[in-house]
């Protein structure tokens, strides 16, 4: 069984095509029954190759479809898959809509999965994530991560991914008698 990764796309493009892939999704989301019999449903990644005209079985298409939006000619795209990002259902749509640019961001803990190629940080500025017991927060900047992190320790913390890790990991030696957790990350940049 997998670890599932939260997968976030915003397509950006010619509003022409952004609309046209929406309404690929939607005509999928309407379906009595999905285009391909599998175990996720209508909205599996594979069904919605097969109608963008590709064949699933050559690309990597192992998760759904949670949500969709279309806002200002930009287009929302939630999914979960496995491990990480299906970067064959992102190809298959910037090869079927040229003007198609598909940024995205990645996180999957249990691998320190933690990735975007929005290197401007147009749509995902985040760039640092806390996973607690209690909820997860993310940050733009280190500064405010570690004010945060201060606040949970008790001194003040350097604003470094290390000094992060290392305050958090004592405090949780610290009370290890206690329900606690925490999990500091940092979002890399790639390019594709």
């Given at each position: 069984m997998?670890?599932?990764?939260?997968?976030?796309?915003k397509c950006v493009g010619n509003p022409k095509e952004v609309?046209?892939?929406y309404k690929i999704i939607k005509a999928n989301d309407k379906r009595k029954n999905p285009r391909i019999k599998n175990g996720f449903g209508k909205?599996?990644?594979g069904c919605i190759i097969n109608a963008l005209g590709d064949d699933w079985e050559k690309?990597?298409?192992?998760?759904?479809i949670t949500d969709y939006q279309l806002?200002?000619?930009v287009l929302t795209i939630y999914q979960n898959t496995a491990w990480c990002e299906q970067e064959g259902f992102r190809e298959c749509i910037e090869k079927k809509f040229p003007s198609i640019k598909v940024y995205y961001q990645e996180q999957e803990p249990g691998c320190d999965v933690f990735y975007t190629n929005d290197s401007n940080g147009t749509y995902f500025s985040d760039r640092y994530f806390l996973d607690s017991y209690e909820d997860w927060y993310y940050w733009e900047k280190i500064e405010d991560a570690a004010?945060?992190?201060?606040?949970?320790?008790?001194?003040?913390?350097e604003p470094t991914v290390k000094a992060i890790d290392e305050a958090l990991e004592d405090y949780m030696e610290?009370?290890?008698?206690?329900?606690?957790?925490?999990?500091f990350h940092e979002f890399q940049i790639i390019d594709c």
């Open positions: 997998p670890n599932w990764c939260d997968t976030t796309y609309r046209s892939l909205l599996w990644l690309l990597r298409c192992r998760g759904e806002d200002d000619n004010k945060h992190v201060s606040g949970i320790v008790g001194y003040e913390v610290e009370h290890e008698d206690e329900d606690i957790f925490y999990s």
